[in-house]
């Protein structure tokens, strides 16, 4: 190689190393400033560069730098995501119920908020669809809170039935819990109903009139009268009757 190519070629690579430098600089001023994804296209830039010019000068230090960096700007990424992925799941782990859904909803309503306000930055479009999805059934809750004490036994349970159908798919156990205690409450109302007019029904009779299947209205009965101020004395295994509270009401 000439005098002339080698100096050529000193300044060509000069050239590369300071723009690739230049490219770390401006790099590093974004994580600094939490521009991730705009850091990211830059490493990306940067690594083009070097793919251009790897047969020509040795870059595989400059390769291995940018592969790492790459990867800190993705751990930092994915870091902020998780604060709002763990933020959601923790409020799925929240135990809800009628007096506490208003604020509970509150504060899904303020993450919301973050998430929308972040979601391009930290790639949180599909916590923000899920956080939508979870208001759709909240709604659909306060509906059945609502109407459910007012309506007939039937009505209501056909109401909660289909709450039930579609939100099977879905991970929202706080929900899902709530809509049992609401069910389980509609059932106690209906046998305080009961208790009005009989001191004891078998539990196929009352299946019958509750249109509920007898092992799993058998369950709730168990759970009911346990509870303070059940309508249910007893359950007598032996004649399968339940025995009601008449002279507690």
């Known amino acids: 190689m000439s005098f002339n190519s080698k100096v050529e070629n000193f300044k060509k690579k000069k050239n590369l190393f300071e723009e690739l430098n230049y490219y770390k600089s401006i790099i590093l001023k974004k994580v600094k400033s939490g521009d991730y994804n705009s850091a990211l296209e830059k490493v990306r830039s940067a690594l083009i560069l070097i793919q251009e010019h790897k047969d020509a000068f040795s870059t595989e230090k400059e390769l291995l730098d940018f592969y790492e960096l790459s990867k800190q700007i993705q751990s930092e990424l994915k870091n902020h995501r998780m604060v709002y992925e763990r933020r959601f799941n923790n ?18 309503a ?41 309506l007939n036994y039937h009505d209501a349970s056909d109401k909660i039935f289909e709450f039930v159908r579609d939100i099977k798919s879905e991970n929202f156990p706080n929900l899902k819990m709530l809509i049992s205690l609401t069910y389980q409450n ?51 295994p032996k004649t399968q009757e339940i025995v009601f509270k008449r002279s507690s009401f």
Do not use: G
């Open 91 to 108: 409020l799925l782990k929240e135990k809800i119920d009628e007096t506490n859904l208003e604020s509970f909803s509150k504060l899904l």
């Open 110 to 150: 303020m993450l919301k908020n973050e998430v929308d306000h972040n979601l391009d930055k930290y790639h949180l479009q599909d916590i923000s669809s899920k956080i939508t999805q979870y208001f759709k059934y909240i709604k659909k809750i306060y509906e059945i809170l609502s109407c459910y004490k007012i």
């Open 186 to 236: 509609l059932i106690r109302n209906r046998l305080f109903e009961f208790s009005k007019d009989f001191d004891k029904l078998s539990l196929s009779n009352l299946s019958n009139k509750m249109a509920m299947n007898q092992d799993q209205l058998y369950d709730f009965i168990n759970i009911i009268k346990k509870q303070p101020k059940s309508p249910v004395q007893e359950y007598i």
